[in-house]
């Protein structure tokens, strides 16, 4: 009910001007039909085809830079929704709400692209930057014989570090030329949606995967200023940082695959004990030899068992498998692109609860007009940060690189 109460509270700012007593009325019997029947009122509220139209008006009036209201799309198909959805079948009220985000239906295919990500958990943050207090010491309760130990000699939890989470930006930039009408563009906006979902989820994966903050990044092939994996630090950069990396040669090797996988688990001592909290990310080359070890259990095996469901095609050792596109196969022996022709690739097993993604509101729509291309500008953005909770190193093993890997 608070989403539909909130609704209302906006929909009465837009209104404050109109004072007569048949709009007050109606709200009131708005807010009553909410009251006696709120889960029935919040659904149609609710409904997936009024977050729909939500969206497609809202970047229609985006790209053609015009009003809402002044739409085809607005008065043809937004307006019978919205009106239905606020007065239950009484019509009028709700005209002139118009939209002015887009709703969380843009943060579903957002996250229906993400595979790497979806490994960690997501904290929304409430300021930029955003220091979070962590515990560094392992939790373990004491035991106390009656009247032996004093409280204050015992303080086992103590907070004793904060992480902070800067939120950097990924943008995605769409040109809409002069000649684009909005009879043209409205069929399109479904495929608009999913590329600006796909771009940015596709940003902060290889982030995670391959980013580095350094001056000069890992890979020589990294330079541009805006290249999105200078955003932050990625698993390959904390394993190689921290000392963490194996030769993992020898998973061409069929009967020495699964070896290689052990190898990595005791590099991470106490850290790659369970399987459950673990994750390997893989590029396809490197999927593809594992699939020739008969240690892999496939998926309609572990099926509904599995802890990871997005993007897990096999186990090994218990391990999910994840492939990612991200993954670099043309890296040196040593795990970094150093120049054209290389034929290496590397696995990556990480301790997924050591790790936390910060987001920082949600997708931002802004339009701009370029007068040099007589062509409207629409920029999407999303705010992020990746950050360990421990910084891995060979006291904190909390990911594991192996490399030298041919391809």
Request: without cysteine; hydrophobic residues 40%; glycine residues 4%.
């Amino acid at each position: 009910m608070s989403e539909v109460m909130q609704k209302f509270e906006s929909l009465v700012e837009v209104l404050k001007n109109d004072r007569t007593s048949e709009l007050a009325d109606l709200i009131r019997a708005s807010f009553n039909e909410a009251k006696k029947e709120p889960e029935k009122f919040t659904y149609e509220f609710n409904n997936p085809a009024i977050d729909e139209a939500n969206d497609n008006l809202y970047l229609l009036s985006k790209i053609l830079r015009k009003e809402p209201t002044q739409l085809k799309y607005y008065e043809n198909v937004y307006s019978k929704l919205i009106s239905k959805a606020f007065t239950a079948g009484t019509t009028g009220l709700g005209k002139e709400f118009v939209p002015q985000e887009l709703s969380t239906r843009i943060l579903e295919i957002y996250e229906q692209e993400l595979r790497v990500a979806k490994l960690f958990e997501t904290i929304n943050m409430p300021s930029n930057p955003y220091l979070m207090p962590v515990m560094l010491n392992d939790p373990m309760a004491i035991y106390r014989t009656e009247g032996t130990v004093s409280l204050s000699d015992q303080a086992t939890g103590t907070i004793t570090a904060a992480l902070t989470f800067t939120a950097k930006t990924f943008l995605y930039f769409t040109r809409i030329t002069d000649e684009a009408t909005e009879d043209l563009i409205a069929p399109a906006l479904p495929a608009i949606k999913r590329y600006i979902a796909q771009s940015l989820a596709r940003a902060l994966e290889t982030t995670i995967i391959n980013g580095d903050t350094t001056t000069t990044h890992m890979d020589a092939d990294v330079t541009d200023a805006t290249d999105a994996r200078k955003a932050f630090k990625g698993l390959r950069k904390y394993a190689k940082a921290g000392s963490l990396e194996i030769s993992a040669a020898d998973l061409s090797d069929k009967s020495k695959a699964l070896g290689v996988i052990r190898s990595m688990r005791l590099k991470m001592k106490r850290f790659g004990q369970n399987p459950n909290n673990l994750a390997l990310i893989v590029s396809n080359s490197a999927f593809v030899k594992l699939l020739n070890t008969d240690q892999v259990v496939t998926y309609d095996k572990f099926g509904p068992n599995a802890t990871v469901d997005t993007g897990v095609l096999e186990r090994i050792d218990g391990i999910p498998i994840i492939v990612s596109e991200f993954v670099r196969e043309d890296l040196a022996t040593t795990g970094v692109y150093t120049t054209t022709g290389l034929t290496n690739t590397e696995i990556l097993m990480v301790y997924t609860p050591a790790f936390l993604i910060g987001q920082r509101g949600s997708v931002k729509v802004e339009e701009a007009r370029d007068i040099s291309t007589t062509s409207n500008m629409l920029v999407t953005s999303m705010r992020n940060d990746f950050e360990p909770m421990l910084t891995p190193s060979v006291t904190y093993p909390v990911v594991v690189a192996g490399i030298s890997i041919a391809v």
